[in-house]
């Protein structure tokens, strides 16, 4: 199963999260933290954002193009932090 299509928003009154079309994300009253709740409606985005993360190391190096001297290791690390979050998304 995939998880529903973000954008979310919390409702700061209710600490509820809600999909795009107004579908309930997950109730969070008893997890009154409201940067826990922040971070959950920011799922979507994070996961967008690493996998466009990977999409651009893979290209780079699918084109040949070389980074800096010593950021190699960096880029590499970086590739490998994200793709472990993906697969955790989306097992």
């Not at 971070?39 to 690493?50: G, H, I, M, R, V």
């Not at 190391?57 to 001297?69: F, N, V, Y």
């Not at 490998?80 to 697969?87: G, M, N, S, V, Y």
Request: glycine share 6%.
């Amino acid at each position: 199963m995939k998880h529903t299509p973000g954008p979310w928003k919390r409702d700061h009154e209710t600490s509820q999260i809600y999909g795009i079309r107004g579908e309930e994300i997950a109730d969070c009253f008893f997890n009154p933290n409201q940067h826990n709740q922040n971070l959950l409606a920011a799922a979507p985005d994070l996961l967008a954002a690493l996998k466009e993360i990977v999409h651009w190391i893979d290209r780079a190096h699918e084109e040949g193009e070389i980074c800096p001297e010593g950021h190699e290791r960096t880029e590499h690390s970086l590739w490998e932090i994200a793709t472990e979050a993906i697969k955790k998304a989306e097992p």
